[in-house]
């Protein structure tokens, strides 16, 4: 079974990074963009085999590793 | 003031300080005025537990420029130069973000030297981590390291020193303290007070947003069982935008524009706003609708107590700002005039064309609190003899065990994380007794170190504060170098408590004393109280900064055995000291009893004698003993200079274990090529040494057993962190 | 002789790249503003080493978009001599003017240290002052140093003879244990197919002087001096 | 317009942040993960407010900028 984790900054999180990237997209001419936040996305492969388990183990990952909750927040995609 | 008309949530203010700061109104606070009460009267803000005991510490000396009182401290260090530095702790943050927390206290402290006019040469972090076995340790490690890389890494600022320390008592709360040393014209030193009425107020770097509001007082809290829940946004750092902030500033300040400048850190647009006024004994009024904003619909309490990084007020000549306004595009930040200063004495702050906040500025800062809590001293803990504990049976095996601990291994997997090399002028990086960075372009060299030992101030904190600031001056002389100044950052518990506060007090009285006695004048420090969790405080941790100058760098020594046939010699007394030692905790589980005293007219004595000696030629390597004793540190020599040693000699009259493991302070082990020359030198010095055997071979020959090489002390020594954090 | 040195804004090794090259010059290069489409007369560019960006996004990704960057490439296409270390050679790569891309190292963590290198060929204008096979020692100071390339390009490179220089232990054996980042085989530095073009990873310009641990990197500077100079 | 741009690591690259946060999953007691890929979301406030056209453009920033095809793969989705 496979699940997607993305995991972006909470809103009013200074997102540096994204800011570079809208200030380089700027800078080459794409002056239709209006902002840009940069997240990550974990793609897990689960040996799980039952759709709802498979969300609750993922969420339990979030919760302890994969994302920070002080900043972070976290949706969870179960592909099937 | 009656209870009732208090409001619920005080922000922090004690109630006897919210009434205090209506009768300074004149009338109650509204929700941003108090916000600015309580940050300045916070903990962090206003030292109101240890002000008093703070202006006991020496702080002069016909080399200071600038003592305690602005944002880093400044030594004059010859041919018109500055050397400005001091340290600061990000602990709670780094507790809750590690990455970020440390990142943005490395900032944080860069900020306050390069506002001085410095540029920052070298960065130093002084670590302090739970158990190994904590099951958070690892990770709380692993971030905080990165972190601290992430930023200095990217700044170009090489990180050249620091310590790491484990103990459970920093199992719920790390400490995380980050020193920067910089350089600056002695002619061109910057302040915050804002001089003179009517000038323009600017505000430059990052835009504002609702980060970290009341960190500030977040760090004058105790962590409860809850803190995960209950903490504030995290300030996220961008090292980028603050290196051209630094480079920003530096070029305005190179032309005649700024009359006055403070970086916005703890408490943000608040206290820098209210220190500039404080200190130039003016008012000022801000427009909080021209304040660059990142996020829409922010209050005026939200925009005062932000803690956005990369931020900088300035007062500037009039007519100057379309110079800074100028510098500040070229480097793609934003700037706009906020306000101007005023002569009412007030702090006037504006937004949608209100009055949102305003306060009297001198009252505000003069009448802030000041406690001088209760304190008990703790009695003083008995002598231990050597005898006393029990003796290796094998002192090979013990060697390996006490290099292979988490408390002597090499840090190797830390600093290598850390570009300490950028800038070309890392003459010694980390490794050493002290860091060695090149003032550029010159033949001088700064030395510097981190330096504290942590259970001995907790046996006994009078001794443990002498013991430190001894340290670190022995550990620049043991370079070469000599001593100039220090910083300091205390981190305690709670100091409602009255143990925590004796503490306090007898760790500050006992680093007076010493840096009285070694002319080793406190310019620069930070107090980081209420480290604790769930009612455990850390174990008392004043952290000492100290640095230290060379004329000719060719004149200064590493601590690694270089040359064969080369003498080692003691310096200094031994007795035999294990009260307190980590070899007492190899062998019986626990420290115990009172930590080696320092006998400071001896470890000046010594400590000036190695440094002439230094330049005169005559030491080709040199290692102060500390954690560990004598065996520990011969090992270090060792194994940094890829040579073995053969020891001949040794006391009859002290117990083995006291003579190899004994944590004796003022002393160096020193190899020379002419130790009849030296030892004579050494006697006329009135400094005690002896003769102990050569350097030489591949591995460590000691009376009595088997030689020792150096691959296995090597494997010994780099393979415990290494191993520790792959098993994440 | 008359280098350029281009300076990004979070450039930071933009002054000790550029005193390497004043003690070989006698004279300190001219520096350029990445903001800047033109750049002087020259007979080479050097980009240094640091966070050209922040390095957010990937490693020089944004740096290789800069207004200079366009004049970079047609002075190299003309033929004028390019050096990017360490974020110079990141951006090199992002650029297209060199192969391959340079990921995350393996340990994942940022790495400082001295490395030892061996000197693949002799007979270009940056390394002709060594000799082929010679160990060198230059330390390395970077987060994203894992040169990788598809299996293709990697063959095409390799047998044309663009690897500059390889990491290796003391003796000169190209082993695991001397790769500091995961490089594929070892590859520390990689020409073009013209050879005028060359980005690493080391620093030689932190390797000019013996107060600072080594002296290796002097030769390279002294090298482009005489070579351009002729 | 909203757009979402995945990058991730073409297979056959090596995932050494994807291969940590396995690691750190199955030392956490996670057993049940086979497999761990990590990359990277840009989320894009456009201008733009014709599908088709926003696609397009993303695309161009994309091949530009934002994914370095050597080693990465893009997928856009347009969020409407
Ligand atoms: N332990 C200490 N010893 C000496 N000076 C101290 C100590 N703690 C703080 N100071 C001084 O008090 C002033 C205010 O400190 P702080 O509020 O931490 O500065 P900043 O706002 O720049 O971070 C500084 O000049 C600092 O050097
Ligand atoms: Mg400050």
Request: charged fraction near 20%; charge should be negative; aromatic fraction near 6%.
């Amino acid at each position: 079974m496979q699940a997607r984790v993305h995991i972006s900054l909470k809103p009013g999180v200074l997102d540096p990074q994204g800011q570079a990237v809208e200030s380089a997209l700027k800078r080459l001419g794409f002056n239709g963009v209006a902002s840009v936040r940069q997240g990550k996305v974990i793609d897990l492969d689960l040996k799980a085999t039952d759709k709802a388990a498979a969300k609750a183990e993922v969420t339990k990952m979030c919760e302890s590793l994969l994302a920070n909750t002080v900043m972070e927040s976290y949706a969870i995609e179960i592909l099937g | 003031m009656s209870a009732q008309s208090r409001p619920n949530d005080l922000m922090g203010l004690s109630p006897a300080e919210y009434d205090l700061a209506c009768s300074i109104m004149g009338r109650a606070p509204n929700r941003a005025e108090l916000g600015i009460f309580a940050v300045m009267w916070s903990e962090h803000c206003s030292y109101k537990s240890t002000r008093r005991w703070l202006k006991t510490l020496p702080t002069s000396a016909p080399w200071v420029l600038q003592g305690p009182g602005e944002n880093a401290g400044a030594i004059d260090i010859g041919d018109g130069l500055a050397c400005v530095f001091k340290i600061e702790s990000h602990n709670h943050p780094s507790f809750i973000e590690p990455y970020q927390g440390a990142a943005t206290g490395v900032g944080g402290i860069m900020r306050d030297v390069f506002t001085m006019g410095a540029r920052p040469i070298a960065n130093l972090n002084a670590l302090r981590f739970g158990a190994p076995d904590n099951p958070k340790t690892r990770h709380l490690i692993a971030g905080v390291v990165a972190g601290i890389g992430g930023y200095g890494n990217c700044m170009g600022v090489p990180t050249v020193g620091g310590e790491v320390n484990f103990d459970p008592s920093y199992n719920g709360n790390i400490l995380v303290n980050a020193m920067t040393v910089g350089i600056a014209r002695t002619d061109r030193i910057f302040k915050a007070g804002a001089g003179g009425v009517g000038l323009p107020v600017m505000y430059v770097g990052a835009k504002t947003g609702r980060d970290g509001i009341h960190g500030a007082t977040m760090a004058s809290a105790e962590f409860g069982e809850d803190a995960q829940v209950q903490r504030p946004t995290v300030q996220v750092g961008d090292p980028f935008t603050q290196k051209l902030l630094l480079e920003a500033c530096l070029e305005l300040m190179a032309t005649d524009a700024i009359i006055a400048i403070q970086d916005m850190g703890a408490a943000g647009l608040t206290s820098s706003s209210v220190e500039m006024a404080a200190k130039g004994g003016v008012g000022i009024e801000i427009d909080l609708d021209r304040v660059p904003q990142r996020e829409t619909g922010m209050t005026a309490y939200e925009i005062m107590l932000s803690e956005s990084q990369e931020r900088m007020l300035m007062v500037l000549k009039p007519g100057r700002e379309d110079a800074a306004r100028r510098i500040f595009a070229k480097w793609e930040l934003s700037a706009a005039v906020i306000g101007e200063t005023t002569n009412t004495g007030r702090l006037v702050v504006r937004q949608h064309g209100q009055v949102a906040a305003e306060v009297p500025v001198e009252p505000l800062v003069d009448q802030a609190p000041s406690y001088d809590r209760p304190r008990v001293e703790r009695p003083k803990p008995a002598v231990i003899a050597a005898s006393d504990v029990p003796a290796p049976e094998d002192l090979r095996a013990t060697l390996l065990a006490l290099l292979g601990s988490p408390d002597l291994c090499s840090r190797r997997w830390v600093w290598e994380q850390y570009d300490s090399m950028v800038g070309a002028d890392t003459l010694a990086g980390p490794g050493g007794d002290a860091a060695l960075v090149r003032v550029h372009g010159t033949r001088k060299a700064l030395a510097m170190t981190t330096d504290c030992t942590p259970r001995y101030v907790a046996a006994d904190p009078f001794e443990g504060g002498r013991q430190a600031v001894a340290e670190a001056w022995r550990n620049l002389s043991a370079v070469g170098a000599r001593p100039l100044a220090l910083t300091n950052n205390l981190n305690f518990g709670n100091p409602e408590r009255p143990e925590i506060m004796g503490e306090l007090v007898g760790a500050l009285n006992g680093m007076a004393e010493a840096s009285r006695a070694l002319d080793f004048p406190v310019i620069s420090g930070n107090v980081s109280l209420y480290n604790e969790t769930s009612g455990t405080a850390i174990l008392p941790t004043p952290v000492i900064g100290g640095v230290g100058l060379v004329e000719d760098y060719a004149r200064t020594v590493g601590n690694g055995l270089r040359r064969e046939g080369d003498a080692l010699v003691l310096l200094g007394a031994t007795q035999g000291w294990l009260g307190c030692s980590l070899f007492q905790r190899h062998a019986t589980g626990r420290t115990t009893g009172a930590p080696p005293p320092v006998d400071l007219a001896a470890e000046r004595r010594a400590g000036e004698f190695v440094r002439n000696r230094i330049a005169a030629g005559e030491i080709s390597a040199c290692h102060d003993l500390s954690d560990g004793g004598l065996l520990v540190a011969l090992a270090e020599m060792a194994l940094a200079g890829g040579l073995g040693a053969r020891i001949e000699a040794m006391d009859g009259a002290i117990p083995a274990q006291g003579w190899w493991f004994g944590e004796d302070q003022g002393r160096y082990l020193v190899a020379t090529s002419a130790p009849d020359t030296f030892m004579a030198a050494a006697k006329a010095a009135g400094v005690p040494a002896q003769k102990l055997g050569q350097a030489g071979g591949a591995s460590l020959t000691l009376p009595g057993t088997k030689p020792i090489s150096l691959t296995d002390l090597r494997s010994a020594h780099e393979g415990w962190f290494p191993a520790y954090m792959a098993a994440r | 002789m008359t280098p350029v040195v281009i300076v990004f804004p979070g450039s930071n090794c933009d002054r000790d790249v550029a005193d390497g090259l004043a003690a070989a010059l006698g004279r300190r290069p001219q520096m350029v503003w990445h903001a800047d489409s033109e750049i002087p007369k020259c007979d080479l560019i050097v980009l240094p080493g640091g966070f050209s960006y922040g390095d957010y996004l990937r490693s020089g990704a944004i740096a290789a978009h800069s207004p200079v960057m366009e004049e970079v490439k047609r002075r190299a296409e003309a033929g004028v001599p390019v050096l990017g270390i360490c974020n110079g050679f990141q951006i090199l790569t992002e650029a297209g003017l060199l192969p391959g891309v340079l990921l995350r190292n393996a340990g994942l963590g940022f790495v400082c240290r001295w490395t030892h290198l061996r000197v693949e060929r002799a007979d270009t204008v940056f390394t002709a002052g060594y000799t082929a096979g010679q160990v060198v020692r230059f330390p390395v100071a970077h987060h994203d140093g894992n040169f990788f390339t598809d299996p293709a390009t990697l063959k095409r490179i390799e047998g044309e003879g663009q690897v500059a220089f390889r990491y290796c232990t003391a003796s000169g054996e190209v082993a695991r244990e001397a790769n500091p980042n995961g490089s594929l085989n070892n590859i520390a530095g990689v020409f073009n197919e013209q050879r005028s073009v060359l980005g690493l990873m080391p620093h030689p310009d932190r390797a000019f002087d013996r107060a600072l641990g080594g002296e290796d990197g002097k030769v390279l500077f002294r090298t482009l001096v005489e070579k351009l100079a002729a």
